[in-house]
Nanobody, 127 residues
Framework: QVQLVQSGGGLVQAGGSLRLSCAASGRTFSSLAMGWFRQAPGKEREFVAA????????AYADSVKGRFTISRDNAKNTVYLQMNSLKPEDTAVYYC????????????????????WGQGTQVTVSS
């Protein structure tokens, strides 16, 4: 069983930055593709960013491209989401997620692919 524990988040003014972290256990970390999703009040959970097991492949939602960066440190079993130039519309609960992969180059932007989820962390951007 994979456990994901998130940290980071909080309240920031528009234009500011935050970094989210997600520590994984229970599997060899490089055998997990990782993703970040978010859910705003009254809306469905949506894809934000994804990274392959090796870290060599990434994908972003158009709404965050150029502002957010996903990365991973396989030695620390941790994935990060660096969020810059934050906007009020980025306000949401952010979730990290994982699924097991065979090829370390694999990743997914589909929420249905992910089997394991973190506890969620609130990010609030004030205008």
């Amino acid at each position: 069983q994979v456990q994901l524990v998130q940290s980071g988040g909080g309240l920031v003014q528009a234009g500011g930055s935050l970094r989210l972290s997600c520590a994984a256990s229970g599997r060899t970390f490089s055998s997990l593709a990782m993703g970040w999703f978010r859910q705003a009040p009254g809306k469905e959970r949506e894809f934000v960013a994804a990274i392959s097991g090796s870290g060599g492949n990434t994908a972003y939602a158009d709404s965050v491209k150029g502002r957010f960066t996903i990365s991973r440190d396989n030695a620390k079993n941790t994935v990060y989401l660096q969020m810059n130039s934050l906007k009020p519309e980025d306000t949401a609960v952010y979730y990290c997620a994982a699924y097991e992969i065979y090829y370390t180059s694999s990743y997914s932007v589909s929420i249905k692919t992910y089997d394991y989820w973190g506890q969620g962390t609130q990010v609030t951007v004030s205008s």
